[in-house]
């Protein structure tokens, strides 16, 4: 099995309130991403946990949380959500020995912020 | 800093026609190159990747990629497109200095016309 599930696939929040999304994969990978995308726009990474290490990129630091209980589940966290986090989330996984350049993505998750 | 350029937003052809889509990217070290499909509603999927030998690497449902040092480029091409092959194209390079980023051109939105 070599798909990557998320949930739930559309999301709606108010301004101000916290989202959390779900992210699974049962291939045993040891990295597992998380990307937001916008219309029209590349798929921009947010951070990515190696095994138990996370990693967030510099301008999305503090906007966005994560945790990974095991090697399976990864979630995103947004604690106050704005009307600029309205965007795609694509959650992506890969095996380090395999090189990162093959990821397995999700359907992604359509979050809207009103 | 590395980037990622696809020059064409929008390519529209005829099933049976060949196409190319256009990747150029800005690296000075060691690169991995590969290109990602996403069709309407789907997450993303690995199409093909090179990191070195033989330039010129295929990947599934008969497309291609060519990767040229001097031009800074991988293009993809397919010889006959069939109207199931309508999707966004990411190119993605990865410097080998930091393997678990892949860093998404903004898409070409292919189009197949029957």
């Known amino acids: 099995d070599t798909t990557v599930k998320q949930n739930p696939r559309y999301k709606l929040a108010r301004v101000g309130k916290p989202v959390n999304l779900i992210c699974s994969q049962t291939?045993?990978?040891?990295?597992m991403y998380w990307y937001q995308k916008k219309p029209n726009q590349a798929p921009k990474l947010l951070l990515f946990?190696?095994?138990?290490?996370?990693?967030r990129e510099a301008d999305t630091f503090e906007k966005f949380q994560s945790s990974r209980p095991n090697n399976s589940f990864c979630s995103l966290y947004i604690g106050s959500a704005g009307l600029e986090y309205s965007a795609m989330y694509l959650c992506?996984?890969?095996?380090?020995?395999?090189?990162?350049?093959?990821?397995?993505f999700g359907p992604g998750t359509r979050l809207t912020v009103l | 800093t590395q980037t990622v350029s696809q020059s064409d937003a929008h390519v529209t052809v005829f099933e049976g026609d060949s196409v190319e889509l256009r990747c150029n990217y800005s690296?000075?070290?060691?690169?991995?190159l590969s290109w990602y499909i996403q069709h309407h509603g789907r997450g993303l999927q690995f199409l093909l990747k090179?990191?070195?030998?033989?330039?010129v690497v295929q990947g599934v449902n008969g497309f291609e990629a060519e990767f040229s040092k001097s031009d800074s480029s991988f293009h993809l091409r397919k010889a006959s497109v069939h109207w199931s092959d309508s999707a966004v194209y990411f190119c993605?390079?990865?410097?080998?200095?930091?393997?678990?980023?892949?860093?998404f051109g903004q898409g070409t939105s292919l189009s197949v016309v029957p």
């Open positions: 992506a996984s890969s095996r380090r020995g395999g090189g990162a350049y093959e990821q397995y």
């Open positions: 291939m045993n990978h040891d990295t």
């Open positions: 946990y190696y095994d138990k290490i996370l990693n």
């Open positions: 690296y000075g070290g060691s690169i991995y």
């Open positions: 090179y990191y070195s030998g033989n330039p």
């Open positions: 993605a390079p990865i410097a080998s200095s930091s393997f678990s980023k892949l860093v």
